[in-house]
């Protein structure tokens, strides 16, 4: 590889963005008079300060840190809002929420949660970052005037089964995972519905009827705890042409994920069943944090394939997808452990590096016109193989994206 090709490949190399928010002090906290132990700094969004002892104090730096007064759009704005332009590029995105049981997951991905199905995410200033990305993807897409189709699927990941949440109100069918042999990498989930959505409204519906389906159960940790991890999947298919005419599929996609409370089981009060599942989900996200691990140190395999949440997200860790992380945590004593713990886990996701590609392939009309063009060739070998005149670099590694286009070539050759 030339010098001028390793340093493209470093430019398009990008490194998890990772974020931390801290909730406030909660009731629980404040009955038993547990001690501030998360510092931050007036004018330093970036640094935090974590008191293990009275003379051992260990420091953190990541790319913002949210404190106890951060409000519902400002994480957004930071977190998510740059993503849905990357979306609308045709990058995949994927934004993980990972932390303690009770530290604010679910909140600051999804809000506070509403029984009726009505458009009040949207001006409620607790909606979290899947409301208000919707809102804004939906907003972008009316101002650009784009054709375009808007797909979401909403699945759990519960006890290492994984469950549709838009299926049938009654539906709880396990679904099956099938390695994709034309995408390496990549997954299909067997019958998982993907429901085509023509305005905000509609996703809000959708959300929280699948919010409604999750999995939970009251623990000493939380009222209201998760016990799945979600996965809430926007895909925005866009046609444009190019500058000479020509017809590209633009395909984004964006992974909106609540992982499950990373809780210790003793400490939270699960027994029996839900201590065995508390078993499974630390046995998931055991595993991403040995992905993590691996990753960082570059190691030669890496374990996605341990766990479902590992496989279905491989492409967010060290893959094509711009990632972001955002830990929560409590800022008290008695949460000192998890609290470490959590922000050990989202320093070492910080290390990884992804290597984001924009999706793009032709549309059929296009694609003829490549292929009539082929056909015509001298030289078919070399046509495939130098840049080409339409809208795409014909070459290698752009046809490794369009198996369609190779195998026609083939078969016509």
């Known amino acids: 590889m030339s010098e001028v090709k390793r340093r493209e490949m470093r430019d398009k190399n990008q490194n998890i963005q990772v974020f931390v928010r801290i909730r406030p002090v909660s009731s629980h906290e404040k009955a038993a008079r547990s001690p501030i132990v998360v510092e931050t700094q007036a004018g330093n969004n970036k640094e935090m300060q974590v008191v293990e002892k009275s003379s051992l104090t260990k420091s953190f730096n990541f790319d913002r840190v949210f404190g106890t007064n951060s409000k519902q759009v400002d994480v957004y704005k930071v977190v998510a809002a740059p993503l849905v332009d990357e979306v609308l590029a045709g990058y995949n995105c994927t934004v993980f929420a990972y932390g303690q049981t009770g530290t604010g997951k679910t909140f600051t991905m999804e809000g506070e949660r509403h029984d009726e199905l009505s458009s009040s995410w949207e001006n409620d200033p607790y909606s979290g970052i ?50 994709d042999k034309t995408k390496k990498g990549s997954v299909i989930i067997q019958g998982m519905e993907e429901v085509t959505v023509h305005n905000k409204n509609e996703v809000y519906s959708i959300l929280a009827k699948g919010s409604l389906k999750r999995q939970t159960a009251a623990t000493l940790m939380n009222a209201h705890s998760s016990r799945s991890h979600t996965i809430f999947s926007i895909t925005v298919h866009i046609k444009e042409n190019t500058d000479d005419g020509e017809e590209l599929m633009k395909i984004g996609k964006l992974n909106l994920v609540d992982l499950a409370g990373s809780e210790n089981i003793g400490r939270s009060g699960a027994v029996e069943r839900r201590a065995r599942e508390a078993g499974n989900i630390n046995q998931s996200l055991l595993t991403l944090g040995r992905v993590i691990t691996s990753l960082v140190e570059r190691a030669p ?35 000192l452990e998890e609290t470490l713990s959590t922000l050990d886990y989202a320093h070492r996701a910080k290390i990884i590096t992804n290597r984001p590609e924009v999706n793009q392939k032709l549309t ?38 369009y198996p369609t286009l190779l195998t026609a070539a083939a078969w016509l050759d």
């Open 130 to 179: 899947i409301p208000r990305t919707l809102s804004h993807l939906f907003d972008e897409l009316r101002i650009q005037e784009v054709e375009c189709t808007v797909r979401v699927s909403f699945i759990e990941i519960y006890n290492e089964d994984i469950y549709d949440l838009l299926s049938g109100t009654d539906d709880t069918t396990k679904l099956r995972l099938y390695d």
């Open 364 to 401: 059929k009309k296009a694609l003829l016109k490549v292929i009539i063009a082929y056909l015509s060739a001298r030289n078919p070998i070399s046509f495939l193989l130098r840049p080409h005149p339409t809208c795409l670099e014909i070459s290698w590694p752009v046809l490794t994206t």
């Open 301 to 335: 395999h890496i374990p996605y394939r341990e766990s479902k949440l590992t496989r279905l997200l491989q492409d967010s860790l060290g893959g094509r997808t711009k990632t972001s992380f955002i830990a929560t945590i409590s800022p008290a004593a008695a949460n």
